[in-house]
């Protein structure tokens, strides 16, 4: 979650609009590395399986917080101890796990995860996001009540991206997975699939419309994947249609190239980009090719090629704002700090998934050096990853300090990150060579 103390000073109106506890390729299907960057160890500690109140289900939890030094368990008191916002990435983060097919345990652990999230979908087909610490469902809070926001989203990413493994694994799990499916996706054509192609403008950006909260192409990025993935397992012309939608909302929040500022950045929501859930291009990348939208490819590696290099010289950004008072963008203001690893493992997906597409080695080379941030190469010259321990540290807070905690958000987007950049040989070289 992106909830550190020093996230606790924004508005609740960015906390409902850009909240977050984050295609990878189907399943992980590549030799495993003999050395791994991956370590679940600090995630087991993180996981546990509890009883709900309401009707004694068994699911699995991730705890969203472990505060340092002896990395203890902490709850949120206003939201809970664990949400589907982590719980859905941990369980794709086990689904693209190389030993899946043998390892009990990690099938234990997808299964438990998957039905913590079938089990707190709402009766309106959206999810509450919290579980409390007595094990019943936190409706209430504004980051956990059942409404289309990225809890929503992130459940749909976990079920139709499982669903095809459970309908060899486990046919009776598979179709209670298909029935939330179909609840929600009815939900996201009746409240975005008719939305008129208008536009607003923010200091003279031009923001449209018909996107989460209206421009965010943070949540539309998540929507954008899993919906690619219902489509393509059953064509649907009214997901189809959303699916453009959407793809043409994105599109229009990018601005700028090679010589014009912001270089080709997809803003997130309105006239600002952040770094966190920065999922655009590597949406774009690979929808774009399921469904063969040159376009939307070419959108992404413009702001990959372009965006990316210019964040790494300057140390990496959090966030920025900016303008157009005539007809070129200029910035108003931009933070370096705070980092964390959900402003970086999106870039690292990205720029691997071009890679893919184009096997052009500086896209490896390029997610190498994304990656090294994991380990060093950032503004406090700290690794925020510990290969030995597994954990991933809760954010860069200056250039001398870090936050050593390690909850959940924060871990598991280091694992996400490092578990695709091993399917790729010639960026793990990279990374050696930049960290």
Known sequence: MIRPVFFKLLTLQILLIAFSCKKEQPVAQTTTPTTRYVNLSHLDRLYQTVKLASNGADVGTVAIYSEAPDYHLVTDTDEGFTCIDDVARAALLMLREPDLATNKDTQTKLRTMTEFVLQLQADNGYFYNFLWPDRTINKTFQTSVAQANFWSWRA????????????????????????????????????????????????????????????????????????ANLY????????????????????????????????GAILSFDNSWHAYASDQSYALLRVGKALNKPTWIAAAKREIDNFYPYLIQLGFLESFTVQQPGTEVKPIKSSQVSQIAYGIRPMVWAALEAFDQTKDARYADLAGQLASWFLGKNVANTPMYDQASGRGYDGIISSNQINRNSGAESTIESLWAFQRLEQYPEAVKALEKYK
């Open 156 to 227: 749909l990413w976990l079920l139709s991206e499982a669903y095809p493994y459970y309908q060899k694994a486990d046919a009776t799990l598979a179709g209670r997975m298909q029935t939330a499916i179909q609840k929600l996706t009815a939900n996201m054509i009746r409240d975005f699939g008719n939305k008129p192609k208008e536009y607003n403008f923010v200091q003279g950006i031009q923001v449209p419309k018909w996107l989460p909260f209206g421009s965010g192409t943070d949540q539309a990025a998540i929507m954008l994947i899993s919906l």
């Open 232 to 263: 393509q397992q059953t064509p649907n012309p009214d997901v189809l249609n959303l699916i453009e939608l959407l793809g043409d909302g994105i599109l229009a929040m990018q601005y700028g190239d090679a010589g014009k500022y912001p270089y």
